[in-house]
């Protein structure tokens, strides 16, 4: 079977003391591409130098919507985020463009109206950000948590169609205006417990799906390390939902990617 995860963070310290045996758990299930979303600068520059190491891994460079300095955030002291490691909004799309012949994609981006309420600095960078992502053409990779329909708007505004919605929590509506504005969406490797997920495995066209796990994080196993090899439950999930095999679900997941990233 040949598997992809679009969206995990392999920079992550959950991985520092096993990188390489996680990376061959992958292997050994058929994975040949790991996209690894940079959430800040200095993890844009990790990513970079795994990429160099492990062929596996191909880099995506973003910034996490609520690590931008000039973003307020509702209570700092969350780890859902990483605030010591700001640096400007510049700085780092600058970084981000230097690179852009290194890099398959602009992620992890976008906006959360869980963790912060400012509004507007938040669509002023991801407006910022779609418009590298037109300039170096590379697709962007969406958080929207709490801002799915906001989220919607800004990209049907810009006419922004390179795009894939990380982990969508959207209901059925904002997922049929999704499809409509020709996005992609993700099944994620804990949908085996997410009756949403398997709706989305259900509803989006086929030519459309992706598969990711967002590693370390939502793991089919609750509290548990989700590691990249996982990502074939996602495969499952698709295979279950529309009657197909496992490998006919990869392999048109594995297309889906080739058409956007390659
Ligand atoms: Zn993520």
């Known amino acids: 079977m040949i598997l992809v995860d679009v969206h995990a963070h392999m920079d992550f310290p959950e991985f520092e003391n096993d990188l390489p045996e996680v990376l061959n758990r992958a292997k050994n299930v058929g994975m040949v591409a790991i996209i690894s979303q ?3 600068h200095a993890s844009n520059q990790k990513v970079l130098e795994l990429s160099k190491k492990y062929p596996l891994i191909r880099p995506a460079m973003g910034l996490y919507p609520l690590n931008a300095p000039n973003v ?3 209570d700092e002291s969350q780890d859902d985020f990483d605030r010591k490691h700001a640096t400007s909004v510049d700085d780092t799309l600058k970084f981000i463009r230097q690179h852009a012949a290194e890099i398959v994609a602009i992620g992890e981006v976008g906006i959360d109206l869980h963790f912060s309420e400012d509004e ?4 002023d960078n991801f407006t910022r950000i779609l418009q590298l992502s037109n300039a170096i053409k590379k697709p962007v990779i ?16 810009a ?3 390179n795009a894939v919605l990380h982990c969508f929590s959207g209901g059925k509506k904002l997922i049929q205006r999704a499809i409509d504005l020709d996005l992609h969406l993700t099944v994620t490797s804990n949908a085996n417990r997410s009756q949403h997920f398997q709706m989305m495995a259900r509803t989006a066209p086929l030519d459309r799906l992706l598969t990711e796990t967002d590693a370390p994080l939502l793991g089919p196993v609750v509290g548990e390390r989700n590691e990249p090899q996982n990502v074939q439950y996602a495969v499952e999930i698709i295979a279950k939902e529309r009657g197909i095999t496992p490998d006919e679900a990869a392999r048109l ?4 990617y080739q058409n956007l990233f390659l």
């Open 253 to 256: 997941v594995y297309m889906n």
């Open 38 to 40: 940079g959430v800040h």
């Open 120 to 123: 507007q600095h938040q669509i």
């Open 142 to 157: 969406i958080h929207s948590r709490k801002a799915e329909k906001l989220v919607l708007d800004i990209l049907e505004d």
């Open 72 to 74: 307020a955030v509702i």
């Open 159 to 161: 006419k922004h169609r």
